[in-house]
């Protein structure tokens, strides 16, 4: 009987997925005290700003990442200085050197401009900046600490005009003198306008970096699954023999492998081998096709009604869609329980065994 290496099949996935996934770099500008580190802390996984210090790249900007995220972010300061002039083309010559780099991971992709609200003032070296940037690369003006917008954001389009867009955000909560109390805003908008703007090879490493919008890696992921399914029905088009049902597992792994890229996580071989190896009912990373087959079948209505010792294309294909659903469904619940930042592989496997079950007695 043919048997499968889990650990080898995950690792391999595990590497495509992250390659596929790319990386993602965002340049942030604005004078000091706009708010773009506690922006960045609140979109993005991680808390990237409170590094510290991060690798410095030109005089007035630095290199920020974080290990096993796909997003570097260029923090610049100083734009408030007597010296803008020098800070405006040594910003420029940054995007306009990297676009150079043959790898593309390494170009900038967008430019967030942040000016905030209450001071109402959009100054020179800010209008010098987003027209000389946005010759390379999108500019996304950013409206920071919102609470009363008054005509700001059209002043902000009309100065601006180069500005691919002008969001608004409120990236903390508020709380008013008489008791009002505000949530933060425009974090979910920021994010797709983002991603409407970064090309496309890009997107993937921008979707996982991000926390603002669970539901975009939700969606993200529903197609990795569609796909998935329709990968698995292609290999059962003739029908498998159970004993040689191991030949979907790479196409499930992936599938796993793929989503929790999409999701951000920070995963290890080890950590998939064993969400794996225990959805589908054995503890060995080495088993047979037919032992993860015979588990998974457990989660089908007439499973057991399949005569012949074969497998057909459907079922293929919903067994497919129902783990990668169940994953999703698992990888909510941890992200929304742990407010988008990173989970614990414990919480994942916790919930991916919940969701199994649920999907289970959903069938039956
Ligand atoms: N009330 C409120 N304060 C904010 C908001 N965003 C940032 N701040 C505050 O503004 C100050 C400067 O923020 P910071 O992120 O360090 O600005 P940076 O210098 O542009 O990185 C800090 O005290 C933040 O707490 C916001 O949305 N609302
Ligand atoms: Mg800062």
């Known amino acids: 009987m ?46 990237f700003a409170e590094t510290g210090q991060g690798l410095p790249v030109t005089q007035a900007t630095q290199e920020i990442t974080k290990p096993g995220i796909p997003l570097t972010i260029f ?44 001071g109402r003032r959009v100054e020179q070296a800010e209008i010098e900046l987003c027209e000389r940037l946005s010759a390379h690369v999108p500019v996304v003006a950013v409206i920071t600490k919102c609470m009363n917008d008054a005509g700001f954001r059209t002043e902000v389009q009309r100065l601006l005009p180069h500005a691919v867009n002008v969001m608004r955000v409120r990236a903390l909560a508020e709380t008013l003198d008489d008791g009002h109390h505000l949530d933060p805003m425009g974090l979910e908008s920021l994010v797709e306008l983002t991603m409407d703007v970064v090309p496309e090879a890009h997107q993937m490493a921008l979707v996982a970096s991000q926390k603002a919008s669970l539901d975009l890696k939700r969606r993200r992921s529903h197609a990795i699954v569609a796909s998935a399914a329709a990968a698995a029905a292609t290999a059962a088009a003739t029908p498998i023999p159970f004993a040689d049902a191991a030949i979907l597992v790479p196409i499930q792994v992936g599938m796993i492998a793929s989503i929790s890229a999409t999701f951000g996580l920070d995963v290890n071989s080890s950590f998939l081998t064993t969400l794996i190896a225990s959805a589908a009912g054995t503890t060995g990373a080495t088993f047979a096709g037919r032992t993860v087959l015979t588990s998974l079948l457990k989660f089908f209505p007439g499973a057991g009604t399949i005569t012949g010792g074969a497998l057909a294309a459907g079922t293929a294909a919903s067994i497919t869609t129902v783990l990668g659903e169940a994953y999703i469904q698992a990888l909510m619940v941890a992200f929304r329980e742990s407010g988008g930042e990173a989970v614990s592989t414990k919480q994942v496997r916790e919930a991916f065994k919940q969701a199994l079950k649920k999907g289970r007695k959903g069938k039956d």
């Open 2 to 47: 043919k048997q499968v290496d889990l650990g080898r099949i995950v690792k391999k996935a595990m590497e495509e997925a992250v390659r596929e996934r790319g990386h993602v770099n965002l340049l942030l500008v604005g004078r000091t005290g706009v708010g773009k580190s506690t922006l960045v802390n609140e979109v993005f996984q991680g808390r």
């Open 75 to 118: 923090d610049t300061r100083g734009l408030e200085l007597a010296a803008h002039d020098e800070i405006v083309s040594e910003l420029e010559g940054l995007v306009v050197e990297r676009k150079k780099d043959r790898d593309p991971n390494r170009h900038i992709h967008v430019a967030w401009l942040c000016i905030q609200e209450p």
